[in-house]
């Protein structure tokens, strides 16, 4: 199962969603994200927002499309943000509505950052149920 998270800049959404898959998804479901025009950095809300939850994304690092693996993902999600990514391969394609977080207050923050930590979880469980 390969499972990629996309938005505009991956500093943000993208980047949150990418560290709860890895922090529930099974060792057998290559998590990814990635961004249509990267910014090149991690917004430090976000590596503060998860080190809050106990994930370290401080090695993590904004990046395109054109680092992300080859061959085609089983999902695809975008973050709302407008951008349907449509040179990436994917069986299924899904738009999540999530409010962009990077001019909120922390705790508004915050709230983003459990809405994605929900969302990723229940993408986890409906993939393993299909499967």
Not at 22 to 35: D, F, T
Not at 44 to 50: D, F, G, H, I
Not at 53 to 73: I, Q, R, T
Not at 90 to 107: E, F, T
Request: proline share 6%; charged share 25%; hydrophobic share 40%.
């Amino acid at each position: 199962m390969r499972i990629v998270f996309l938005c505009i800049e991956n500093s943000n959404r993208s980047q949150m969603a990418e560290a709860f898959g890895h922090m529930y998804a099974p060792a057998s479901v290559e998590i990814s994200s990635a961004g249509s025009k990267p910014s090149g950095k991690v917004n430090p809300k976000a590596v503060e927002a998860m080190q809050e939850l106990g994930y370290d994304m401080a090695a993590h690092k904004s990046k395109g499309l054109d680092v992300l693996p080859a061959g085609e993902f089983d999902v695809a999600v975008t973050m709302g943000c407008g951008d349907s990514c449509p040179t990436l391969k994917a069986k299924r394609r899904i738009d999540w509505q999530i409010p962009d977080p990077k001019v909120l207050s922390p705790n508004d923050y915050r709230q983003v950052r459990d809405l994605i930590g929900r969302m990723v979880q229940a993408l986890l469980s409906e993939c393993a149920a299909g499967r």
